[in-house]
């Protein structure tokens, strides 16, 4: 069936540095998609959203780009801090309310 | 403004036992949705209620069902509970008006259940 997938499952970098996380998505009939982060002992927090007829928004140091063409889909934090470890999900939405189809997750470790 | 809360938190049950698992939404949120999150699934999702009604459903078996109270609080069953439904049970709300896009979700801190 369709899916959501992450091409890497761990990132680690540095306090300060930027980073990115990819997600590749498959349906490419879905219209929203979103990233969620994760803190342990957590329910996913919302993070920034992205609609299909877009392919970049900004939010506070998060970005997200869309690349219908390549079904691809990514994050980028700017100056990562310590407080951004967490697991980061993609998911995707084909006009369907509340039934969202997440990827696997990445897992962000910031080194200080 | 308070979040989703969910409870228990974590309960143990031992197989063939049934469970009912509770989500109150957001104040004014009318759209409740369950996920299934397991170490080898990842996040799945289980069925979204509206308005008390089932508007959406996933690839679960028909052991797992739900339910929305007028008030929009929701509840999940599990029947004839099975190892492999240990996992935590996250509830999201949204302030989605029925027939529109999707919204944002925002999700509770999960019921983790264990089965023995």
């Known amino acids: 069936g369709e899916s959501v997938g992450l091409h890497l499952p761990t990132l680690s970098v540095q306090e300060g540095d930027n980073s990115i996380i990819n997600c590749a998505y498959s349906?490419?009939?879905?219209?929203?998609f979103i990233w969620y982060k994760q803190e342990s002992g957590k329910g996913p927090q919302f993070i920034i959203d992205?609609?299909?007829?877009?392919d970049k928004r900004q939010g506070q140091r998060v970005t997200v780009l869309l690349n219908k063409t390549v079904k691809h889909l990514s994050l980028q934090i700017a100056a990562t801090q310590p407080g951004d470890s967490a697991v980061y999900f993609c998911?995707?939405?084909?006009?369907?309310?509340?039934?969202?189809?997440f990827g696997q997750g990445t897992e962000l470790s910031v080194k200080p | 403004k308070a979040g989703v809360t969910q409870t228990p938190r974590y309960l143990i049950k031992t197989r063939g036992q049934q469970v009912t698992l509770s989500c109150s939404p957001i104040?004014?949120?009318?759209?409740v949705s369950w996920y299934q999150q397991t170490p080898g699934q990842g996040l799945q999702f289980l069925f979204e209620?509206?308005?008390?009604?089932?508007?959406n459903k996933g690839n679960f078996p028909g052991r797992f069902s739900g339910r929305q109270f007028s008030n929009s609080r929701s509840e999940m069953n599990v029947s004839t509970l099975e190892l492999g439904d240990s996992a935590l049970y996250l509830c999201?709300?949204?302030?989605?008006?029925?027939?529109?896009?999707?919204?944002?979700?925002?999700f509770g801190a999960g019921s983790r259940l264990t089965v023995l």
């Open positions: 998911a995707e939405s084909e006009n369907q309310g509340g039934k969202l189809i």
């Open positions: 992205i609609r299909s007829n877009m």
């Open positions: 349906n490419s009939a879905s219209d929203y």
């Open positions: 209620y509206f308005s008390e009604t089932q508007r």
């Open positions: 104040s004014g949120h009318r759209s």
């Open positions: 999201a709300s949204s302030s989605t008006p029925q027939g529109s896009g999707a919204n944002v979700l925002t």
